[in-house]
């Protein structure tokens, strides 16, 4: 992600043709590590000189690099992605290309104690995201003359002003506000160390607290609160179980319910069949039919209210329904 604003290319440069530039076996220059992935090489900056003892024809700069000419440590211009030509008039003594690494990497950063507003020591640790947004910057206030600048080398740098943001931060906080308003302190934190690296070209991506290294009668309470909200966990989950076995129980009781209820009409039609014939067992059963699907309708309703849960919704539902299928074969 090459920074916005290139208006003009150094002097000396021109798009290159990599056929043209193979057939007169020119040399040409690149970040030295492979395209894309991170191979265990966390170079972030790469250099070379142009006038060495082997001439630099040539130099690629990827999509994810930003090339700084410099001639005698003095900026000359930045390079965006491609195949550059070197011509005559930079191959001087003096003249550098500089590589700069603009993806995401991630530090982890950490201290051992600092000051909280009510004097209590404490210290953190977690995560940061951030990338060279700014190539000159970058190059010009944190890389200087370094011929290879690495990740555990800007790392270091940073964990250097992170702790000196943090010492300040603590200072307004009190341990109680720190350990209650985790997200509110992060957030400050996070815009200050943003603002305190905009001017070396760097932006933060993300930043994250994970953790505080407390005193140890915190620590203690810590541990205090993390197990009785293990025991309220424990509880909400015990009632659950019992509030599941109480469902189950009453389905019980329905079902048993349903089948008296079924036998006390079983024997009805039966009865009803001696007396009053075939005829009249027509009737009865039509009778039977509608208040099984009368039933079946106020299940429903009882279902749409919520009154009932869907399981045993399902299983008394059946019920009716065989029940109404068996009548229906009756019935002819």
Do not use: C
Not at 297 to 320: G, H
């Amino acid at each position: 992600m090459p920074s916005a604003g290139i208006t003009e290319l150094p002097q000396g440069l021109k798009k290159g043709l990599m056929d043209k530039l193979k057939k007169r076996k020119a040399n040409i220059a690149s970040m030295r590590h492979e395209e894309g992935a991170d191979l265990g090489d966390k170079r972030i900056v790469d250099r070379k000189a142009l006038a060495e003892d082997e001439t630099i024809d040539a130099f690629t700069v990827r999509e994810y690099e930003t090339g700084i000419l410099l001639q005698l440590g003095r900026f000359m211009g930045q390079v965006p992605s491609g195949l550059w030509e070197v011509q005559e008039e930079l191959q001087v003594t003096g003249t550098e290309i500089i590589w700069v690494d603009m993806t995401d990497f991630k530090i982890r950063w950490g201290f051992g104690g600092a000051y909280t507003k009510d004097k209590k020591k404490v210290g953190a640790n977690g995560e940061m995201v951030l990338h060279v947004n700014n190539a000159q910057n970058f190059v010009m206030k944190i890389v200087s003359s370094k011929k290879v600048v690495e990740r555990d080398q800007i790392e270091e740098f940073l964990l250097g002003q992170i702790t000196t943001v943090m010492r300040v931060l603590f200072k307004d906080f009190m341990i109680d506000d720190l350990l209650g308003e985790r997200e509110t302190f992060q957030n400050v934190a996070r815009a200050k160390l943003a603002d305190t690296f905009v001017p070396w070209g760097l932006e933060m991506v993300n930043f994250e607290v994970l953790g505080f290294q407390l005193p140890e009668e915190y620590e203690q309470m810590n541990k205090d609160e993390s197990g009785f909200e293990r025991d309220i966990a424990k509880t909400k989950q015990q009632l659950e179980l019992e509030k599941q076995q109480l469902e189950i129980e009453r389905m019980k009781r329905d079902f048993a319910r349903d089948d008296r209820v079924a036998e006390a009409e079983a024997d009805m039609v039966a009865n009803s069949r001696r007396t009053k014939g075939a005829k009249s067992d027509e009737s009865t059963l039509e009778k039977e039919l509608k208040d099984l699907e009368s039933k079946l309708d106020e299940l429903d309703d009882k279902l749409d209210r919520k009154e009932i849960s869907e399981d045993t919704y399902k299983l008394r539902a059946k019920r009716y329904q065989d029940k109404i299928e068996d009548i229906k074969k009756k019935l002819g």
